[in-house]
């Protein structure tokens, strides 16, 4: 049985200006699967996790989350999908004014009506989820990087999401701190049985992590299977970027 596609993107092509983002970008994201893409820098991985968030749209082409095609939802369809869907910023995004708590209560604040107490409680359960439960009236100015990072995810899934998308995670910490991150991904994908996609360069993370690795070159998918698939890729490019070359085909 084929394993059923949470998200998909169909022969997509995005320029901004004249500048050509992607080019005939198909990628599949399989439904309770970690997907992984990887690529140069300015590649265009972030822009991908944005068409599948709803906050861009291509020049042609398809976006599916499920059976709907966001390039043809009115704003009420894409509001109502885009709640299904959470985006974990690279800087964690936090308000500095606001203590840790607060700031993971934002989205129930603005998207439900329960109240203080039911709102904390939810709070609490998610910084457990992420280790940081003592970090609840903390400001963001008193966590380190890490926690910064893990306090984010858990913004990130206090509405209980189907979708995570994870925009460079491990970005800037140290391998330790960087080992937390990767295990803290797999274990919330378990908690909330659900779908999470990963922008990162850290290879050795990717592969603690993956179950589906895409590598975009020059506007598309050049590259796409288990680890192991594309680690045995034949496609030169591929190989030089894994072993993180200057001897190969992709011009430095």
Do not use: W
């Amino acid at each position: 049985m084929a394993n059923k596609v949470y998200a998909r993107l169909d022969d997509i092509d995005l320029s901004f200006s004249d500048r050509v983002v992607l080019k005939n970008c198909s990628l599949d994201i399989v439904e309770g699967a970690i997907t992984c893409i990887i690529g140069l820098s300015g590649a265009g991985k972030s822009t991908i996790l944005r068409l599948i968030d709803g906050l861009v749209l291509p020049d042609s082409g398809h976006v599916y989350i499920g059976d709907r095609d966001l390039c043809h939802a009115s704003q009420r369809q894409l509001y109502e999908t885009r709640r299904k869907i959470s985006l974990s910023f690279q800087f964690a995004a936090l308000l500095d004014s606001m203590s840790v708590g607060e700031n993971v209560a934002l989205p129930l604040r603005e998207h439900t009506k329960l109240s203080d107490g039911e709102i904390r409680r939810i709070v609490m359960d998610a910084l457990e989820s992420v280790g940081l439960s003592h970090t609840y009236d903390n400001l963001p100015s008193e966590l380190s990087g890490g926690m910064l990072k893990r306090a984010g995810f858990a913004r990130a899934i206090v509405m209980r999401p189907d979708l995570i998308l994870y925009d460079e995670p491990t970005t800037g910490l140290d391998p330790i701190v960087t080992h937390l991150i990767t295990d803290t991904i797999v274990q919330l994908r378990a908690k909330l049985n659900g779908t999470a996609v990963v922008i990162s360069h850290d290879l050795q993370s990717i592969y603690m992590m993956a179950d589906y690795v895409a590598m975009l070159f020059e506007g598309a998918i050049i590259a796409y299977g288990t680890v192991d698939e594309v680690r045995k890729s034949p496609n030169p490019l591929v190989q030089q970027f894994l072993r993180g070359s200057e001897v190969g085909p992709i011009p430095i």
